[in-house]
Every structure is written in C-alpha cells, then in structure tokens.
Nanobody, 121 residues
Framework: QVQLMESGGGLVQAGGSLRLSCAAS????????MGWYRQTPGKQRELVAT???????NYADSVKSRFTVSRDDAKNTVSLQMNSLNPEDTGVYYC???????????????WGQGTLVTVSS
C-alpha cells in the first residue's frame, strides 16, 4: 500500500507565496509521473502541474510562470512552489502519483488527502 502525505497549505495574502510538499511512503518500487491538482467548491478537480520521471513538466495555463513543480526521487517527494498567488488559486490541493509497487506490476494511481490553500484579497 502506498500513501501520499501533503503539507504546506495555509492562508496567504494575494501576491504572496506558499510551498506545498508531498511525501510518498509504503510499498514503492518506482514512481512515474507525479503532480498536483486542485479543487474548488462546485468545480471539478483540475490539473495544476505534473512532472514525469524524466523531469518533463506540464502546467495549467493559469499558473504558468508563477508555479514550479519539482521532485526528489531519492526522498520520494514532489513539491509545488507557488508565487504571486491570487484569490483564484484558492482551493484544496491534491498530490497525485503513479506508482509501481513491485517489478513487472502496472502503475497504480494514488491520491493524497489534500491540503487547503486560501488566498485572501
């Protein structure tokens, strides 16, 4: 079993910064793509940023040039540096990872429980 634990959410004023971190633990053989998604009331969960095992990144248009996703495979972590935050960035941020738990097994998708980010105007 694999668990993802997010940290770093909180309340910040518009224009400020926050850094989210997510640590994967449990039966991990290999981590493939990892990333961050967010959800606001009344809306579907949306992609924020992802990073492949090779380091390629993908961002939602709304966060490009403001957010940076990174990973540390030695520690099984993925982080999201968020700068120039605005109230539209408010939401619950979920960590996501594709994990192989043993050699030869398919990757499974794992989600964290989410961390709340609130940006005040």
């Amino acid at each position: 079993q694999v668990q993802l634990m997010e940290s770093g959410g909180g309340l910040v004023q518009a224009g400020g910064s926050l850094r989210l971190s997510c640590a994967a633990s449990g039966r991990i053989f290999r981590l493939n793509a990892m990333g961050w998604y967010r959800q606001t009331p009344g809306k579907q969960r949306e992609l924020v940023a992802t990073i492949t095992s090779g380091g390629s990144t993908n961002y939602a248009d709304s966060v490009k040039s403001r957010f940076t996703v990174s990973r540390d495979d030695a520690k099984n972590t993925v982080s999201l540096q968020m700068n120039s935050l605005n109230p539209e960035d408010t939401g619950v941020y979920y960590c996501n990872a594709n994990v192989a738990t043993a050699p030869g097994l398919w990757y499974i998708e794992v989600w964290g429980q989410g961390t709340l980010v609130t940006v005040s105007s």
